[in-house]
């Protein structure tokens, strides 16, 4: 565990090193080679000063300045370019389906239920390695855990489902644009970058900017703080001098956020190769095929024993790996044209699931390792603090919404129309939609704010602890 989650700091801040050298290099001019120095060296001495405190204002900071970024950024690019609806339907007629010649979109670019062909497995899988990156994700893990007890993680974790699935279908408006208005972009990572440079005046084009550093900052102060900490108690405090004072172990998990930053600036050369996005795919798909897993299985079945938690992560980890080689690389694996069509995380769990629960039937497990609360729940004299099923509700109503619009599709009968509609006297609706979720988001931005600003002042007011 020590081992993978190191590793995915390591690259995690790679990526945003190379990602803010990116953003340096675009606005600036600033070879990116030389803006990666620039940016750790921001990002090195704010995480060493600040410790976790700083943490927590800069992901506050990173969710108001991005999400009202984008919120503000629609009725912007409309104004500046039309609405969403009279856009594209320009490009791709007014049922969404008919492109113009040179336009570079597909029929249907818009409709939610059309995919550009090949793409429905590995939509599939992007989702299924979305769904067990949560449980072993060290940015998930510390705000979940930060929750004053389960039900406020519930409502916390629900608010944040359905603002950033908001804020999502905001940036997909956005990305389509930037598809639309730079169809032979080199680099699809800038896309937005470009797309603000071109739509957005002077102050808001700077905030924009400010939001991608925020999110590099965040997510570097973070992955550094994490992987220290984990060095610190898992290895030093372990192996080495395991009696030795707070002071001391502080200085020893600074020296280690020294060492994980120079890691990580070996490695962010790398994602210049392959982008970030596959970058982060590639690495991700790993270790969410040995941890998830294991984690899960950890946590509700008692059979499983270290021995076999050890091997079964290495065994699927090696395997995973080999696979997106034989794949033919990142993308390959995970848009599955390396392998009979089939995203690599399917074979990558079919190799785990098994070596996982065999080896736990097979090999037997030790009550007296497993830890005091964990065994106080599997034998039933603990009972865990029971929620709502709020979530189902908030699940169903999403699955039951895509039914009704599929069924609504299916009723009309030969070719249908894209959707959200582009045309037609439910246009408006599209322009509407986009709107309203923008003003939402806006609402919730300056709500975070405030409480963020409240429990400020209160950490303040009760001083040194």
């Given amino acids: 565990m020590t081992f993978w989650q190191v590793l995915w700091g390591v690259f995690s801040i790679g990526i945003c090193l190379f990602g803010g050298a990116l953003l340096v290099e675009s606005v600036f001019g600033v070879p990116w080679q030389l803006a990666l120095f620039i940016v750790l060296t ?36 409309f104004a500046r370019h039309g609405t969403f609806t009279t856009f594209f339907s320009n490009l791709l007629g ?22 550009p062909p090949g793409m429905l497995w590995p939509l599939i899988g992007f989702g299924i390695a979305g769904s067990l990156w949560i449980p072993i994700d060290l940015g998930f893990m510390q705000r979940m855990l930060a929750a004053k007890n389960p039900n406020e993680g519930q409502k916390g974790s629900l608010m944040f489902l359905v603002t950033i699935t908001l804020w999502a279908t ?26 603000a440079r071109d739509s957005m005046p002077l102050l808001g084009a700077a905030l924009f900017v400010t939001a991608v550093a925020r999110a590099v900052m965040s997510t570097v102060d973070t992955y550094l703080s994490a992987a220290a900490a984990i060095l610190t108690q898992n ?10 004072g707070d002071a001391h172990y502080i200085a020893v998990s600074r020296a280690f956020i020294v060492v994980v930053a120079l890691l990580a600036l070996l490695v962010a050369p790398m994602v210049s190769i392959s982008g970030i996005f596959l970058t982060a795919l590639a690495i991700q798909m790993i270790i969410c095929v040995s941890l998830a897993p294991m984690m899960l299985l950890a946590t ?33 694996a995970m848009f599955g044209s390396g392998l009979r069509g089939v995203p690599v995380i399917f074979y990558g769990l079919a190799v785990a699931l098994p070596v996982y629960i065999l080896g736990g039937l097979l090999v037997p497990s030790r009550p007296e390792a497993i830890g005091e609360q964990f065994r106080a729940v599997f034998e039933g004299r603990i009972q865990p603090e029971r929620v709502s099923n709020t979530d189902i509700k908030v699940l169903g109503g999403a699955v039951a919404l895509i039914l009704a ?13 894209a959707f959200p509609p582009l045309g037609g006297r439910s246009a408006w609706l599209t322009d509407a939609y986009l709107l309203v979720v923008a003003a939402f988001v806006i609402g919730i931005s300056m709500y975070t704010l405030v409480k963020a600003y409240t429990w400020v002042r209160s950490e303040l007011e009760s001083g040194p602890r």
């Fill in 170 to 195: 905001l940036m997909l408006a956005l990305g389509g644009y930037g598809r639309g208005l730079f169809p032979g972009l080199d680099n699809p990572d800038t896309v937005i970058i470009h797309l």
């Fill in 405 to 417: 619009v599929l069924g609504i599709r299916a009723s009309m009968g030969g070719f249908p129309a």
């Fill in 42 to 77: 921001v990002s090195l001495a704010y995480t060493i000063m600040g410790g976790l405190r700083a943490v927590v204002i800069t992901d506050v900071a990173q969710w108001v300045v991005i999400t009202l970024g984008t919120a503000l950024f629609v009725p912007l690019v």
């Fill in 300 to 332: 509700f079945w008692r059979r499983l024993s270290e021995p076999v938690a050890f091997w079964g992560n290495l065994v699927s980890a090696v395997a995973t790996l080999a696979l997106v080689f034989a794949a033919g690389g990142p993308s390959a």
């Fill in 235 to 244: 290895v030093y405090r372990r192996f080495f001098r395991s009696a030795a």
């Fill in 94 to 115: 007014a049922r969404g389906f008919s492109p113009g010649t040179g336009v570079g979109l597909w029929p249907g670019f818009t409709d939610i239920f059309t995919l």
